[in-house]
């Protein structure tokens, strides 16, 4: 599996993602922001095994207010059917929804 980068989300910006739930039942979450982080430079003992990523991004998406995913990783499904598991945590809520946050780094 490739490691996906910001350009893999930005084009998904304001789309829904499907997250099945245990009752058959599927919660829609809203990607509603793809923010660039600042980058790191890779440290000179950085081991050659491990892919390092230099360009960190974050990704914000909404859900309804009434159910709260548990943190942790989260198997959705965009709009053309890809399957992503995807590592999420609960950041705030208000009129709009629960917010989550999805960091790459």
Do not use: C
Request: hydrophobic share 45%.
């Amino acid at each position: 599996m490739e490691m996906m980068t910001i350009n893999d989300f930005v084009p998904h910006k304001d789309k829904v993602y499907t997250a099945p739930l245990v009752d058959g039942s599927a919660l829609e979450l809203r990607l509603t922001a793809v923010e660039a982080l600042p980058g790191v430079e890779k440290p000179g003992n950085w081991p050659q095994s491990l892919t390092f990523r230099e360009a960190p991004f974050l990704l914000t998406f909404v859900g309804p207010a009434e159910i709260r995913l548990a943190d942790g990783i989260v198997s959705m499904q965009d709009d053309n059917g890809e399957v992503l598991q995807i590592g999420l945590t609960a950041s705030a809520k208000d009129e709009n929804g629960i917010y989550y946050r999805a960091i790459f780094n």
